[in-house]
Structure formats: C-alpha cells, structure tokens
C-alpha cells in the first residue's frame, strides 16, 4: 500500500456543485494531516490544516477519520479558480509525506 | 512577511555541467526540506534539515546530488554532472520547528538540462 495516495482524477464538476476527495495514508502513527492547493506551474500552497475534530474554512471543509486512516475535503458551491490539483499530505516522523494529488476541474 | 524564495527561477544547463540552486526559507523557521518535481508528477522528497542536527539525505536520487545549510539558514542544493533526467522543478519549502509541521513552499526553480 502506498504512503499517502489519492484518485487523481480529473474530477469535472459543474460549478456550483459539491465535490469531495479522500486520500488514504497508510501510517498509522500519523498525527499531522494537511491539504494542499497546486495551481499549474506553480508551488503548492497550504490550503488547511486538518485537525481530529474536523475543520471548516468558508466552502473548505476537512475531516479526519483515523480507523479507516483516511482524510477529505469537501469544496461547497465550486467555483471556476478552485480548478487546481489538490495534494493531501501526512508526517512520517518529521517529514511530510505527499500524494500525487487529485485533479480537479470546474465547469462553467 | 516575506515567503520562501528561490534563486534562480529558472536555470538551463548543458549535460554535465554542475550547478546549484539556493533556498532562503522563512525567517525564524528551524526546518527546511528540499522536493523535486517532474513535470505532471507528485513531489519526490529529496533532503531534510532540521536545526543543528545531520541532515535526513534519504531522498536523493544520486551521489551526483548534495545539499548544505550554512547558518541554520540559506541552503545550497548542488547537483554535479548533471543529466537530462536530472530536468525538473526544484521546490524548497520551510516549517517551524519539527515533527511534520505545515510547510511553506518557495517558486522552486525549474531546472532544464539539455
């Protein structure tokens, strides 16, 4: 099983629609959860922090379940500039551990 | 405050040519990795410094490629004779302190060799 993977996609989503992504690590001493936002040609740029009891950030909303060792992020009425690559990153330790992200793409 | 930042942008170079690739990252930020990035790919971890201690070089694809933090600061990824694999995004990025923080990623700079 790999480290930190996700379905990469590419999701094509109305806009205005609701889409969601999971990611699955398989670490379970893992304690650090993040989701990142890549824009194309560009850094990644940290889009949330993911805490245990769930976290909410306007349309962004992040949850953690730790049986099933998976993340997700809910995107809520989409809009066009949320088309971008979505990684979701775990620690291993002291490093942080990528998967490959999961393209999305919102349809006008 | 200032971010993370790179230098040079972007560099082309001929095979087996040397070259090095420097990170400022975050003023006050203990830990700074290094990642590489192929084009359409996911972030291959290269190096990690974290304070005073030895470095975690478990990523590093060849001996053809070294790093170096001087200060606790600025860091220098070198990569000696380089080949066309070698052609990719080079992403730094810093956390504060330790133990898997939330990291800050610079430009990166994109490397072309021909």
């Known amino acids: 099983r790999k480290e930190v993977e996700q379905d990469p996609g590419p999701f094509n989503v109305p806009e205005g629609a609701t889409v969601a992504f999971n990611c699955t690590y398989s670490?379970?001493?893992?304690?650090?959860f993040f989701w990142y936002r890549q824009d194309c040609r560009k850094e990644p740029k940290l889009l949330m922090s993911?805490?245990?009891s769930g976290n909410e950030d306007g349309r962004f909303t992040a949850q953690l379940n730790r049986a099933s060792q998976y993340i997700s992020l809910l995107i809520r009425d989409s809009k066009l500039s949320d088309s971008a690559t979505y990684l979701c990153a775990v620690n291993k330790g002291d490093k942080i551990i990528f998967g490959k992200g999961t393209r999305l793409h919102i349809l006008p | 405050g200032a971010g993370v930042s790179q230098s040079p942008s972007n560099k082309v170079t001929e095979k087996g040519k040397d070259v090095e690739l420097r990170c400022d990252p975050i003023s006050g930020h203990t830990a700074l990795y290094w990642y590489r990035q192929s084009l359409g790919q996911g972030l291959e971890f290269l190096i990690y410094?974290?304070?005073?201690?030895?470095?975690?070089k478990s990523g590093l694809p060849s001996d053809r490629f070294s790093a170096e933090r001087t200060g606790g600061s600025v860091s220098t990824l070198t990569i000696q004779r380089t080949q066309q694999e070698d052609s990719a995004v080079y992403l730094c990025?810093?956390?504060f302190g330790a133990g898997g923080r939330e990291q800050y990623f610079g430009p990166g700079t994109r490397l072309t060799v021909t």
């Open positions: 670490n379970s001493a893992s304690q650090s």
């Open positions: 993911v805490y245990s």
């Open positions: 990025a810093s956390s």
């Open positions: 410094f974290q304070g005073n201690s030895a470095p975690d």
